[in-house]
Structures are given as structure tokens and as C-alpha cells.
């Protein structure tokens, strides 16, 4: 599963990936193929075997990562749990379970470095495969007091939306927790149920804080399962 590129050429590429083909054409004959120039071609193919798509040797063929589809959801990108459980086989349902403006005060329950006092839209929201709990996130969206805002909105838009910072980069710590008693309710779950928490911070060029998120996950359902994919070697 992966999210739409807006860019025209990785997407015409990425077509072309998806097919069983042992490799990609030359560079020259994707040009033709997508009428594109070879700069941008080169361009792109850059940016594909950054994110793993594709493997690229200097006077060799550009080989296709063929176990990209049996991965999973990829944590190193932006994803949609919708689109991910839909891309499994499963049936997605989003329950928008709270939302809320509030003040952030002091307290050993946070989990942001965002400054005390600050205005926030706290969202709350659950993810459902073939209607059984899969995945539960709480957002922290810094807020001006003037902004009129859809709650069931991405985190992504919500931040450019609620405090205007087009987030740039998020930065992920993951961590081995048990199940706190509220979350372990929401989930239909056992309070102490390991699972992994997952913290964000998505933040603009600029620096600015556009949001932060945790989610946990129950026991991933076949064809869901977490992956990370990284370059060993040009």
C-alpha cells in the first residue's frame, strides 16, 4: 500500500513498477513513454530508490524491489490507515471517538514538548478492520482561537488548516507499553496488553510544531503488519 505521489512522473513510474516486469525500461525510453525529460526522469528515479521502490547501478538496469507488496504498511512514509486496511482485504471504518479545544497543562500525561497553555484541537480517533479494533491515535493540534475546523480531517491537513505549518517531516519514537485502562476500554481490549506506541511530531521547514500524535495498535491482522524499509547499499 502507498499514498498517491503528486508528482505525474513517479506515478507514471510507479505503474510501470507495479508490473512483473524483471526491470524498467532505460531512462531514455521512460522519457518517451511519459513524455517527460530525461532530467526528470533521473530525477525521479532518485527519489524512488531513496524510498526503496527501486534499486539503481550505474551502467546496469534499474531493478524493481519486488517484496514491496507483501510488506505492509510502511512506518518510514506517510500513510493512511484506511487505505492500508482496505489494501489488505479488510473492510475500514474511521470513529471519530472525541474531539475537543483545550488548554495544555502540566502533567506527567504528556507526551509533546509544546508550551504549557498552549490552545490545542485534541482529536481522538479508531480505526476498525472488518469492525474489529485495530488502531487508536490521539492528535494534539496546536489551534488559533479563529479557526473553523472538520475534526475528521487527516492530521496532516488539520495542522495546515488549524495553525497553518505544511508539515515538512515528522520524527517517530517507538515504544514496547502495556495497554493503559482507558485506551484497553476504547480498544475492547485488557488493561497491560503489550503493544507498541507509536509518538509523532510533525513539524514544518520552518520548525513549527504542525501536531503531535501517539497511537497504539492491537496484533496487526495478516497482510497489516508494520514494515521499514531502508538502503543498505548504492
Not at 517484496?67 to 482496505?86: E, P, T
Not at 496488553?193 to 511530531?201: A, D, F, G, L, Q
Request: overall charge negative; charged content about 25%.
Amino acid at each position: 500500500m502507498r499514498v498517491p505521489d503528486p508528482d505525474p512522473i513517479i506515478e507514471g513510474i510507479l505503474s510501470l513498477w507495479s508490473s512483473e516486469a524483471a526491470a524498467l525500461p532505460s531512462e531514455p525510453r521512460l522519457a518517451e513513454i511519459l513524455g517527460a525529460s530525461r532530467n526528470s526522469v533521473r530525477e525521479a528515479l532518485v527519489r524512488l530508490e531513496e524510498r526503496g521502490y527501486v534499486h539503481r547501478t550505474q551502467g546496469a538496469r534499474t531493478t524493481p524491489n519486488r517484496r514491496l507488496a507483501g510488506v505492509g504498511r510502511r512506518i518510514d512514509q506517510q500513510f493512511d490507515h484506511s487505505l492500508s486496511i482496505r489494501s489488505a482485504g479488510y473492510e475500514p471504518s474511521l470513529e471519530l471517538v472525541s474531539s475537543d479545544r483545550l488548554e495544555l497543562t502540566p502533567g506527567s500525561h504528556r507526551f509533546d514538548d509544546l508550551p504549557d497553555d498552549t490552545t490545542v484541537l485534541r482529536t481522538v480517533k479508531m480505526w476498525r478492520a472488518d469492525g474489529a479494533p485495530y488502531a487508536l491515535a490521539e492528535d494534539l493540534v496546536p489551534v488559533r482561537h479563529d479557526a473553523v475546523l472538520d475534526a475528521h480531517r487527516p492530521v496532516f491537513d488539520l495542522a495546515e488548516a488549524a495553525n497553518g505549518v505544511r508539515v515538512a517531516w515528522e520524527t517517530v519514537w517507538m515504544e514496547a507499553i502495556g495497554l493503559d485502562a482507558e485506551r484497553s476500554r476504547l480498544l475492547s481490549s485488557s488493561p497491560g496488553t503489550p503493544v507498541i506506541e507509536m509518538t509523532y511530531c510533525g513539524y514544518g521547514a520552518d520548525d513549527a510544531i504542525g501536531y503531535w500524535s501517539r497511537e497504539v495498535q492491537l496484533p496487526a491482522p495478516e497482510g497489516l503488519r508494520n514494515a521499514l524499509i531502508r538502503r543498505v547499499r548504492s
